[in-house]
């Protein structure tokens, strides 16, 4: 079962101490999506679709919330969105991304995220937004990477 968008945001940065930008936070959030949908068989680990742009991949929900941070950290935005259990598939998967990552600075993460072969770099329209990461391309993309 995926969960809202923004209430995995809200774990991210709170298994980060609320020190993770709006770049980083998406770039976590895609890779967690990513491993989650390859190791489910095509299960989705958030409820939004991933689009895009110039950054690499993003959830325009998310994004909206926290750009006003810029590249600050993100502060206590998402108090109000629904809790993921932590005895959850879904929240396994989102420390598990937040662990892996925690060392990465923002330009390792969009190094990854921007992989030629990735679904972003099949995707991506240079200053587009709105284009859509299907699901399918981003499970392609984790198989891709275990080769």
């Known amino acids: ?51 895009a742009w110039d950054y690499g991949p ?25 809790d993921v259990s932590p005895e959850s598939r879904e929240f396994s998967y989102l420390k598990w991304a937040s662990d892996e990552t925690s060392s990465m600075t923002a330009a390792k993460l969009v190094s990854i995220t921007h992989w030629e072969k990735g679904a972003w770099a099949n995707c991506y329209k240079p200053g587009s937004r709105s284009i859509k990461i299907p699901n399918d391309l981003i499970l392609k993309e984790y198989h891709d990477r275990q080769k």
């Open 58 to 82: 993003v959830a325009p929900k998310i994004y909206h919330r926290a750009k006003s941070f810029g590249n600050n950290p993100i502060r206590h935005v998402f108090h109000w969105v629904e």
């Open 1 to 51: 079962m995926s969960v809202p968008s923004l209430s995995a945001a809200r774990v991210i940065c709170e298994l980060r101490d609320w020190s993770v930008s709006n770049l980083k936070l998406q770039k976590i959030l895609y890779i967690a999506h990513m491993v989650h949908l390859g190791e489910t068989n095509g299960l989705p680990l958030i409820n939004e679709n991933f689009e």
